[in-house]
């Protein structure tokens, strides 16, 4: 992949600050006149500003969580103005799972190519298409373990009614059934004792 003008215009999406760096590196060693803008919360702003490796830094605040609706449709048109060759989403964990948010942030940004990188230095191509699958999977994963728990619960207030049921029906019909058979008790024989 190479911009028309030979400088590649990527987009880091910092999601992930352990593989921040080996991206950036990996970046450079792919694109060696490339120019990379990191999107970071605010507090890091310092920090990744501070990096050889990043030309631009843009920032999210802090408390809002990294994602198209809270970044802004006005930022995110921004992002698209800048036209860039590659927008990547960073991942702590191999599969990607839970990064939905950031890849259709990533996606938002209309680049020309989309990746995910993970811990082991290898990326996934994404589209919107695929992002948006992701996000949904996600969220209704969700879902179905409240279905779950609730299933659950009904279930055990369902067998619990019908032991409760069990025992008083059992109370009920024990209360009529006959009483079991004793012997009787035989008293000593009194004339036979005093003699």
């Given at each position: 992949?190479?911009?028309?003008?030979?400088?590649?215009?990527i987009?880091?999406?910092?999601?992930a600050?352990?593989?921040?760096?080996?991206?950036?590196?990996s970046?450079?060693e792919?694109?060696?006149?490339?120019?990379?803008?990191?999107?970071?919360?605010?507090?890091?702003?310092?920090?990744?500003?501070?990096?050889?490796?990043v030309?631009?830094?843009?920032?999210?605040p802090?408390?809002r969580?990294?994602?198209?609706?809270?970044?802004?449709?006005?930022?995110?048109a921004?992002?698209?103005?800048?036209?860039?060759?590659?927008?990547?989403?960073?991942?702590?964990?191999?599969?990607?799972l839970?990064?939905a948010?950031?890849?259709?942030?990533?996606?938002?940004?209309?680049?020309?190519?989309?990746r995910?990188?993970?811990?082991?230095?290898?990326?996934?191509?994404l589209?919107s298409?695929?992002?948006?699958?992701?996000?949904?999977?996600?969220?209704?994963?969700?879902f179905?373990l409240a279905?779950?728990?609730?299933?659950t619960?009904?279930?055990?207030?369902?067998?619990?009614?019908?032991?409760?049921g069990?025992?008083?029906?059992?109370?009920?019909?024990?209360?009529?059934?006959?009483?079991?058979?004793?012997?009787?008790v035989r008293?000593?024989?009194?004339?036979?004792?005093?003699?």
């Amino acid at each position: 992949m190479e911009a028309q003008n030979s400088q590649v215009n990527i987009l880091v999406i910092r999601s992930a600050t352990r593989i921040l760096n080996q991206t950036l590196l990996s970046l450079r060693e792919e694109f060696p006149d490339c120019r990379i803008t990191v999107l970071a919360p605010q507090s890091a702003r310092e920090a990744v500003a501070q990096d050889p490796l990043v030309d631009e830094v843009l920032t999210i605040p802090d408390q809002r969580r990294m994602s198209v609706s809270n970044y802004g449709k006005a930022n995110i048109a921004r992002l698209q103005e800048k036209k860039y060759d590659l927008a990547v989403s960073l991942y702590n964990i191999d599969h990607g799972l839970g990064y939905a948010n950031i890849d259709r942030l990533a996606c938002a940004a209309k680049a020309k190519e989309v990746r995910g990188y993970n811990p082991k230095g290898t990326f996934v191509k994404l589209e919107s298409a695929k992002a948006m699958r992701k996000s949904i999977m996600e969220k209704t994963t969700f879902f179905w373990l409240a279905i779950n728990y609730a299933a659950t619960a009904l279930l055990c207030f369902i067998i619990t009614l019908a032991l409760i049921g069990e025992w008083g029906i059992r109370k009920l019909f024990g209360a009529f059934s006959p009483k079991p058979y004793q012997p009787p008790v035989r008293e000593p024989n009194k004339a036979i004792t005093q003699s």
